[in-house]
């Protein structure tokens, strides 16, 4: 982290406060000075270079910030487009990261006639980061007095909201001029001066997960600038930022956008699916569907009143249910990595067996490293509004578990870490979402979604003003990272010549759970 942003903390709260003023007209990025990409060679096949965007669009000439840029040029340079902008989601997924990892599941014809260009979002990997602690050390001793995935009782969750209302003071304290700028809204402006940096007169872009939101944003500030646009997996825009009426006041984003309640649907269609695959596919199957819910449910108590030691770490009853709802998200291995829910129930079943427990009863547990959750925070918060920290976070648990079952409770406490959030961005974008666009917008989903629920990208259809819904009846969150052959020649023959699949078009995954 650049030692400008490590300012004292009074310049911290006049810079804080600015925040939280109505937003207002910012700077249109033509005003901006169009940053210069100086390619070079980075990685097999790929080029990187850095783009200089100014910090505050309403100062397009003023301080900057240094965004990290990566690309993989057309491999048909003779019929070659344009570039394609890819986001991954997160929020705070490093583009530079991910798109090495995800490039083969772009369509061959994508990849044959686009550069496809990523890069890390403002305040997030290595675009001037958001880092709230000098010493991660620091930050990881602050995360070890809450509970991994979620709280349970009231000592855990008081200790939880102590934590994340320290850690939103820390990072005020020192990313003062930075935090007031993270929103999406920014990071959409940035990317219409990459657009301009890379000589392409309007955006073509495919954005996954939260990067769908990104994709709504930009092409509600740039309706004019919009090519084509894959939007895979998106929520509900209105529920994302604002809520509808009052919700805002009494729920978080990840509630009001029906996460809990998608991730409990696709938890409960695993567990159906891992019992009648039965245990040679199915490590965790106990021969039927019920009866494999049933173990599910038993290892959970199990585990809240006693706890195993697995590899060195503790695993508790929440961060079982946390490493089961990540784990949802691919049902087969994708892009070489070793996911799926394959993988899951062999996970699952090593937790069933696991002996080892604490030393002794009624010793403190064994620390479990947290991923720091800085630059998720900055970005979520900045964007979404969400009840404040006097609001009776417990009974929103209770009440997302009465409807989600066990996977509610983990998504009221991780909408819970805005509570004290100090900064919403005063240019972040609200709606509305039915600007008309240059070009139409083709909006795909899996109707199993375990994080973006199917009817989130029926609302992000229907809120944008020129959009197609493509349904894929399937399971896993993206349909990028659980492909389907026909979703993939849809989407490759709406962005290589414009064309949209007919309305109502419903695809098949490649390759279904537990299929290999």
Not at 7 to 30: H, K, N, Q, R
Not at 46 to 71: K, Q, Y
Not at 303 to 308: E, H, Q
Not at 431 to 445: E, K, M, R, S, Y
């Amino acid at each position: 982290m650049a030692a400008s942003w490590r300012l004292g903390a009074g310049v911290a709260a006049a810079a804080l406060l600015t925040a939280v003023c109505p937003a207002t007209a910012v700077a249109a990025p033509d005003a901006a000075p169009v940053p210069r990409l100086a390619w070079a060679a980075c990685a097999d096949g790929f080029e990187c270079a850095t783009a200089r965007v100014p910090l505050d669009h309403h100062d397009p000439r003023g301080a900057g910030i240094d965004l990290s840029v990566i690309r993989h040029p057309a491999q048909d340079r003779a019929h070659r487009i344009g570039s394609l902008f890819y986001n991954p989601g997160g929020p705070a997924v490093p583009g530079t990261e991910a798109l090495p990892t995800m490039l083969g599941q772009f369509p061959e014809e994508v990849r044959k006639r686009f550069d496809i260009v990523s890069f890390d979002p403002r305040g997030t990997g290595a675009s001037a980061p958001v880092q709230c602690f000098d010493n991660p050390a620091d930050e990881q001793a602050l995360l070890a007095g809450t509970a991994a995935g979620y709280p349970e009782g009231a000592d855990q969750q008081n200790a939880w909201a102590d934590a994340y209302q320290r850690l939103a003071r820390q990072c005020a304290a020192r990313n003062p001029a930075l935090l007031p700028h993270i929103s999406t809204a920014n990071v959409a402006r940035d990317m219409d001066l990459l657009r301009r940096a890379v000589g392409d007169r309007q955006l073509t872009y495919l954005g996954t997960s939260y990067g769908t939101y990104l994709g709504a944003t930009y092409a509600n500030l740039f309706p004019g600038r919009v090519r084509a646009m894959v939007l895979d997996s998106a929520p509900d825009p209105v529920a994302w930022s604002t809520g509808h009426g009052d919700q805002a006041a009494t729920t978080g984003s990840l509630l009001r956008n029906g996460s809990d309640v998608a991730a409990g649907r696709v938890l409960d269609a695993f567990l159906d699916q891992c019992g009648q695959a039965g245990s040679q596919a199915c490590a965790f199957s106990a021969g039927t569907a019920a009866a494999t819910r049933a173990r599910y449910g038993e290892l959970l108590q199990r585990l809240r009143t006693r706890p195993v030691v697995l590899g060195g770490a503790t695993v508790t009853a929440g961060s079982a249910v946390e490493t089961t709802i990540i784990s949802l998200y691919a049902t087969n291995p994708v892009a070489k990595l070793p996911v799926g829910w394959a993988q899951l129930g062999a996970t699952l079943q090593m937790f069933w067996t696991a002996t080892e427990t604490p030393s002794r009863p009624g010793t403190p547990l064994p620390p479990v490293p947290r991923r720091s959750p800085d630059q998720v925070l900055a970005v979520v918060c900045s964007d979404s509004a969400v009840p404040p920290a006097r609001a009776d976070y417990p009974a929103l648990a209770a009440s997302a578990g009465a409807r989600s079952g066990e996977a509610g409770p983990y998504f009221a406490w991780a909408d819970e870490r805005c509570a004290d959030w100090p900064a919403r961005d005063r240019d972040r974008y609200d709606g509305p979402w039915n600007h008309p666009t240059a070009g139409p917008i083709l909006v795909v989903a899996n109707t199993g979604d375990p994080a973006m629920p199917y009817e989130g990208s029926r609302a992000m259809a229907r809120s944008l003003a020129r959009a197609e819904l493509l349904t894929v009846d399937g399971y896993g969150h993206t349909v990028l990272a659980n492909p389907s052959d026909c979703a993939a020649r849809h989407e490759a023959r709406y962005l290589v010549d414009g064309v949209l699949p007919a309305p109502g078009t419903v695809c098949a995954p490649a390759r279904p759970p537990f299929s290999g």
